[in-house]
Structure formats: C-alpha cells, structure tokens
C-alpha cells in the first residue's frame, strides 16, 4: 500500500509568491520522521525540511516551512517567497521508527515545481 | 559537510554484461546504506538496504541475483547488475544515513548513477 501521497504532478508559483506542495501519509507506526528533498534536473537529492512525529511545533528552514497536521496526516511544505531556482521536482518522504533496517526512507511520487518569472 | 560519491556517474554497456556501480561515503562510516532507483519522470523506489557485514536486505519484487549487493566496507557499498538489459535502464541512486540508527540522523544521497543498456 502506498504510504506516502503527493497528488500533486505539478505546480506553477509565480516569482516571489508563497506555494503549497501537499503530501499526505500513511503509518501505524507511533514514532516516523517526515522529510522534504529537492531534486534539480541534475539528479541530486537536496535534503530541505524534517519533521519529527513527537515535534511540537511545524518545522521551519529559511524559507521552508513544514505545515504539520498529524491528525490529518499531512505534511505540506510551504516555500515561501519562491525563486526561479526553486523550479525542480519536490519528493515527501517518509521513515518509520519500528523498522529495524537503519530506518530506510520511503517517498512519495513527486511534485514538479515551475517558478515564472 | 558529509558527502556520498557514486562511481561512474554514467555508463552506457551492451545487454548481457554486468555493471558495478560503486557508493563511498567520504568523510562518515555507514554501517548501512540504501539503494534506490529512479525511472524518468518518476519516484525512488528503495531496492535493497546495503549492510557492512551482513547480507543485504531486499525490497519485494527486486531480484537479489539480478541486482548484487555487496557492502565492502564501513565507507563502500556496491551494486552490481548482472546481466544487464534494456528494461534495467535508469537512475541508481544510494544514500547512508550519517549515525545510522536515529530517526533524525542525516541521509545524504549520492549524486547518482544513470545506466543505459542497448
């Protein structure tokens, strides 16, 4: 079962606005880390925001916030004040605390992000 | 910071030979590392989880003969793709998490691997 969801294929932001890119998850498991990656057309993954499911308050990283409804299960980035450079593809991932292979990391499908000018 | 490098960064091989691709982490051990790939315009999809000293562990559906994993060392993973074909195409990715056991320890990802098979 997919565990991780982003319905979004893709999304258009004007320059200097604020965009939502939506992930919703899955787990029984009381204890996860949810976390955000960039991926530039040069293939890298960018580690960006992380999130703990015992963290009290919304994780924030200049201008990447995490919008955390655990009770919605969902983990939406926000980006605020986008920058051409900000066009890439955005994965959600998620890793599960009971599992007991280094905690391997599960992502979503994707978000590809189109800043205009 | 940490970094984890993959070698070749492309590679282009006929179908039925084998390709080693190589993950070092360069300035942390990892006890375990993670291999992903990648099809275009798509998701990471986790193969296998590489662990020193042990057996790697595989993702269901992914064939452990096909796909070799061997984890040479506390800084060197490999895979290796045997007998390659067309539909093995992709982007190989590994990652290792710095630490290796808390939720909140670091993954950093190689810069990947794209290995085309004619």
């Known amino acids: 079962a997919q565990k991780i969801t982003q319905t979004q294929p893709g999304m258009f932001v004007q320059e200097k606005e604020a965009v939502t890119l939506d992930c919703t998850y899955d787990?029984?498991?009381?204890?996860?880390?949810l976390f955000w990656y960039k991926q530039p057309s040069s293939g890298e993954m960018i580690f960006l925001i992380y999130?703990?499911?015992?963290?009290?308050q919304n994780a924030t990283e200049g201008r990447y916030s995490l919008n955390f409804q655990k009770a919605r299960k969902s983990a939406n980035l926000v980006i605020s004040a986008s920058q051409l450079g900000d066009s890439a593809m955005y994965f959600c991932a998620m890793r599960e605390g009971r599992n007991t292979g280094g905690f391997k990391t599960i992502f979503g499908a994707g978000t590809r992000l189109f800043v205009k000018a | 910071g940490a970094v984890v490098s993959q070698h070749p960064s492309r590679v282009i091989c006929k179908s039925g030979t084998s390709v080693k691709i190589e993950c070092r982490s360069l300035?942390?051990?990892?006890?375990?590392m993670f291999w992903y790939r990648q099809f275009p315009k798509q998701s990471l999809m986790l193969m296998a989880t590489?662990?020193?000293?042990?057996?790697?562990?595989?993702e269901q559906g992914v064939e452990k003969d096909k796909f070799l994993i061997n984890h040479a060392s506390l800084t060197l993973s490999t895979l290796t793709v045997t007998s390659a074909h067309p539909e093995d195409s992709s982007f190989y990715i590994c990652?290792?998490?710095?630490?290796?056991?808390?939720?909140?320890?670091?993954?950093?990802f190689g810069p990947g691997t794209r290995l085309t098979v004619l």
């Open positions: 999130q703990g499911s015992y963290d009290q």
């Open positions: 990652s290792a998490p710095r630490g290796g056991r808390a939720m909140t320890d670091t993954q950093y």
């Open positions: 300035d942390f051990q990892a006890t375990t």
């Open positions: 787990t029984s498991d009381p204890s996860y880390g």
């Open positions: 590489s662990n020193e000293g042990s057996k790697a562990t595989y």
